[in-house]
């Protein structure tokens, strides 16, 4: 739509300037009808301007969709508002512009010359201001209720970069509640964009993990000790989000927080420091020696026979030998040996 107007707005300026060109081209010279060469110069000047036109609104669309690195496809309404008020800024200064020229150039060349510099101005207002809503809003006194805020890395400070697999985990809420993460965590664009997919997905897995993952960063932006913010460096030569996340770390001297244990690896190897929530709480785990006297509660029976299982108040799993018929009980149990997992430390042990 904004291509098809730019290209009868210039269109129409070159068929009026041919036309006005063919009016001054004397008839004797030419040995030719006045009014035809005024319509051969305006249908020239139609045919250049179709063309022309449809290539300036092409660029010109290609030139505004780059203006801002990040401009979120769905606008909140802090960015709705400073978008309209850009665009009212655009026209008022393309109508200034545009005034002499009007004053100075035939009618026919003066207005589809100034509607064409409104409309562009008033376009590139709007893109602006739009970028720029929390800056704007902020300096007139409305500053809205903490939001996500589109800004830039800064080395000043110690960062966090969340990666979508942190956000879905959602233990990094209560290491921040709890005071062991405090400080900036930076939200990169590209990984909202990945969590806004997956929450968009027929799949019921996808959606429910897209969903707790936006869910998690909202809980964020409340917690007293974490201040929440958008990044919005977009990394348009990279196409992996998680080589997109290595780079922006390498750049900014930001520490990546993620549970996904390939990326904590390839960013381990290009020096980038890494946080893993599920590592940190496993390791603030207490630590239960093989021989210790410890109280479970049996939950529920086990896979092997006999076998009952229950859970320390950490949370770690204890697999007890001949406990299958004291489900209910909270019995002492002596550790006899202790393993890893994919999903944490697990104990064995019997009956004390």
Do not use: C
């Not at 290609?62 to 008020?85: K, Y």
């Not at 850009?86 to 109508?95: H, P, R, T």
């Not at 029976?301 to 950490?314: F, K, M």
Request: charge should be negative; aromatic fraction near 4%; charged fraction near 20%.
């Amino acid at each position: 739509m904004m291509v098809e107007a730019l290209r009868l707005l210039v269109t129409l300026l070159l068929t009026a300037l041919g036309y006005t060109l063919g009016s001054r081209i004397n008839p004797a010279a030419v040995d030719a009808d006045p009014s035809a060469i005024r319509l051969v110069g305006a249908l020239i000047g139609a045919g250049v301007g179709y063309v022309s036109g449809g290539l300036f609104g092409r660029g010109f669309r290609r030139r505004l969709d780059v203006l801002p690195q990040r401009f979120l496809p769905q606008a909140d309404g802090q960015e709705l508002f400073a978008g309209a008020f850009g665009l009212i800024v655009g026209v008022v200064l393309g109508g200034a512009v545009s005034a002499p020229l009007i004053a100075l150039l035939p009618g026919a060349i003066a207005w589809p010359l100034a509607a064409l510099i409104i409309l562009s101005l008033a376009l590139i207002g709007a893109r602006l201001f739009a970028m720029r809503s929390h800056d704007l809003l902020t300096v007139a006194g409305l500053r809205p209720r903490a939001p996500l805020v589109a800004r830039r890395l800064s080395d000043e400070e110690p960062s966090y970069l969340i990666d979508s697999s942190a956000a879905i985990d959602g233990r990094i809420l209560e290491l921040a509640r709890i005071g062991l993460i405090e400080g900036r965590l930076w939200l990169p664009g590209f990984v909202i964009d990945e969590l806004q997919g997956l929450a968009d997905s027929a799949e019921k897995s996808r959606h429910r993990r897209g969903r707790r993952g936006l869910e998690i960063l909202d809980a964020l932006r409340s917690t007293a000790h974490v201040d929440v913010v958008v990044l919005d460096d977009e990394i348009p030569e990279v196409e992996d989000v998680d080589a997109k996340l290595i780079v922006v770390a390498e750049r900014s001297g930001a520490q990546i927080v993620t549970t996904d244990t390939h990326l904590a690896k390839a960013a381990e190897l290009r020096g980038v420091r890494v946080l893993n929530p599920a590592g940190l709480g496993e390791k603030l785990k207490t630590s239960v020696a093989v021989g210790e006297i410890v109280s479970v509660p049996v939950s529920k029976i086990g896979s092997g026979e006999g076998q009952g299982v229950g859970y320390l108040d950490d949370g770690t799993m204890v697999v007890i030998d001949g406990a299958s018929e004291r489900v209910g009980e909270e019995i002492s149990v002596e550790v006899t040996a202790t393993t890893r997992t994919a999903i944490g430390r697990m104990l064995f042990g019997r009956p004390a």
